[in-house]
């Protein structure tokens, strides 16, 4: 996917080198993930915005695999114009836009192995003369386990924490929080999806962060992602599991679902702006389930991962 000839700004340099950083991100994750699944293979899809509107992106799917149900590792680089629908639900102010990232998510088979998100972005603003006005990254990444194994949540929490403490002690337990806030039900009375991570938004250039600063940041936290995941994958993978496991994967599904189409800025996003519906709900699972007022038997592991997901906690 080329730089858009369109914003001819300062940035362009910049923009260019995240745009090919992210591309390499995905066709590592990609390919690790292909290694450690033995079986599936990601198909690839590259796909342009239709109707005029700027971009495309490169949707990477694997199904059916041995490991991962479902697994969309995505990118798109996009741009366009501020409607006033944009400007509306989305707090957006200029005339003009530009957006990359990387978007994945990962529902594994085995319903001991947890689920996992992440993303990786950039955004810039413009006024009607292509002068970039505003400009940030965000990110973030968490795990949404069905079965609350406490030494995996510990050694994830502390991957990530080891990514983020050279750029400041203070960072981890900021995003951290804000991971445990966002990512709620707030319609089911602030219920996490899962048990956090790390999530940070506007993430803005300026003399105390300057653009290489947050550059390495998110090389940072994009590199640790694979180191802290993939271990929990390899110990659990192979654990036995029935009708009754599944049957719970499939209910707190049902949550990861409510979430991403009810709450999460991303998709809300992605739809505002007419972007390709495929790929946007490529987070979706391929199996879900709600059941009626459902509550897990006192005592249960499955009501000991729903408590987690009731109370934020330390990890580390």
């Known amino acids: 996917m080329n730089e858009p000839k369109v914003y001819k700004t300062e940035t362009v340099p910049f923009r260019e080198r995240w745009i090919q950083f992210i591309y ?10 292909e290694a450690e699944d033995g079986e599936g293979r990601f198909s690839s899809d590259e796909w342009m ?18 490991v991962f149900e479902k697994a969309g590792v995505n990118v798109s680089v996009v741009y366009g114009h ?4 944009m400007k509306k639900h989305l707090d957006l102010e200029g005339a003009k836009w530009f957006a990359c990232g990387l978007s994945l998510v990962l529902h594994p088979r085995n319903p001991y192995v947890p689920t996992t998100h992440a993303n990786w972005r950039y955004f810039e603003l413009y006024d009607e003369s292509d002068h970039v006005i505003d400009r940030w990254f965000g990110g973030g990444v968490d795990l949404t386990p069905y079965y609350l194994f406490e030494e995996d949540a510990k050694s994830f929490h502390r991957a990530l924490k ?41 993430l803005r250039i300026s003399e105390e962060n300057s653009e290489e600063k947050l550059f390495r940041f998110q090389d940072s936290v994009a590199g640790a992602f694979l180191d802290a995941y993939l271990p929990i994958v390899q ?7 029935g009708e009754h496991e599944i049957r719970w994967q499939e209910i707190r599904r049902g949550r990861y679902v409510e979430f991403n189409l009810i709450h999460d800025k991303g998709t809300l996003f992605g739809l505002k702006t007419n972007g390709r519906t495929e790929s946007i709900l490529m987070s979706l699972p391929p199996r ?3 059941e009626y007022n459902h509550q897990p038997e006192p005592g249960s592991e499955e ?3 729903l408590k987690a997901c009731q109370q934020p906690r330390t990890w580390v």
């Open 162 to 202: 080891e990514s983020m403490d050279p750029f400041g002690a203070d960072l981890y337990p900021l995003y951290k929080k804000a991971c445990d806030e966002y990512f709620s039900n707030a319609h089911r009375g602030g219920e996490m999806r899962g048990i956090g991570g790390v999530f940070y938004d506007h």
């Open 49 to 66: 915005r239709a109707e005029g509107r700027g971009g495309g992106g490169l949707t990477r799917v694997m199904e059916d695999g041995g």
């Open 24 to 33: 390499r991100l995905q066709e590592k994750i990609c390919a690790e993930l």
């Open 235 to 241: 110990k659990r993978k192979s654990m036995s599991y």
């Open 303 to 305: 009501e000991k991962l």
């Open 288 to 290: 879900a389930r709600w």
């Open 82 to 85: 501020i409607t006033d629908r």
